[in-house]
């Protein structure tokens, strides 16, 4: 259900302080929307809440772990007392991680899955109710990847996290096809964002030299998160199912559908030239 007017309309953005969350935030800000910010960076936070209001905009930020199911409620109640319902529902907060399978600890899965999946979980299961009561146009950006689509070497679990949160995107899709909530899945493609810069997301069998390279990679071939904040606005007053943006995403979106092989012997090519694989 398309939102045209998102003047003063209730936007909540998880993982607002850094990235494409950033930069969501103050794409909607232009838009008069109330910012509803968390993160679990209190300084990044106050940082953008700062900017935001210098700019004449509206935006209250919250301290939140969102693998955190209780605290992800309160601050549901604490949301719906104070501010209403939200219009808008972005479940952005996300890490990734970088490794071979058999090269990795195990460690690392329960976190990835816990962020980039469980808080996306959280997330609709705290706010999603409240929407659909309340009535009238709302809508939730999930926020997947093109690895959702078809993944590169060397990303399992963070493969599979947005893999299961495309997936899920789809049950909603059709549980609330009754409804006036619409639900976007978001599934960008390299982007210049710090996701491949916490060494504490890079396995250690991954070299300094390695990870340079991809780094570099993701600087000199990634869009600004600002192509993907700007998208997100036009789907949600488009009302807009999915969202294929920056490099790779629709061209692997086409790709898939022609043929996996090719798909599979491309992406191995390019993690080969690269040098992370």
């Not at 960076?41 to 106050?46: N, P």
């Not at 997947?144 to 590169?152: D, I, K, Q, V, Y």
């Not at 943006?245 to 690269?274: C, E, N, T, Y």
Request: charge should be neutral; charged fraction near 20%; include cysteine.
């Amino acid at each position: 259900m398309a939102i045209a007017d998102l003047h003063n309309k209730n936007v909540l953005i998880t993982g607002a302080a850094s990235g494409i969350g950033r930069a969501a935030a103050q794409a909607f800000a232009r838009q008069g929307a109330r910012l509803l910010l968390c993160d679990i960076d209190a300084i990044g936070l106050e940082a953008l809440r700062q900017q935001i209001a210098e700019a004449g905009g509206t935006c209250s930020t919250y301290l939140l772990d969102v693998t955190d199911a209780t605290a992800m409620a309160e601050l549901a109640a604490r949301i719906h007392a104070t501010q209403g319902t939200l219009d808008v529902l972005v479940n952005n907060a996300g890490v990734g991680y970088l490794g071979r399978f058999l090269d990795s600890d195990l460690q690392h899965w329960q976190r990835v899955l816990d962020i980039n999946l469980m808080g996306v979980v959280h997330g609709c299961h705290c706010f999603i109710p409240r929407m659909v009561e309340a009535g009238g146009p709302r809508q939730v950006i999930n926020v997947a990847s093109a690895a959702a689509l078809f993944p590169s070497p060397s990303m399992a679990a963070y493969a599979a996290s947005k893999h299961a949160v495309y997936g899920l995107s789809e049950v909603l899709k059709m549980e609330l096809s009754d409804t006036e909530v619409q639900v976007t899945t978001l599934c960008p493609g390299v982007i210049n964002t710090p996701i491949v810069a916490d060494r504490r997301n890079i396995a250690a069998s991954v070299s300094a030299e390695q990870l340079a390279r991809l780094q570099d990679y993701y600087r000199s071939k990634g869009c600004s998160p600002d192509l993907v904040a700007d998208s997100m606005v036009r789907a949600v007053r488009d009302g807009r199912d999915l969202i294929l943006v920056g490099p790779f995403a629709r061209l692997i979106f086409q790709l898939k559908r022609l043929s996996v092989g090719l798909l599979r012997s491309l992406m191995l090519k390019d993690a080969r030239k690269i040098g992370y694989l």
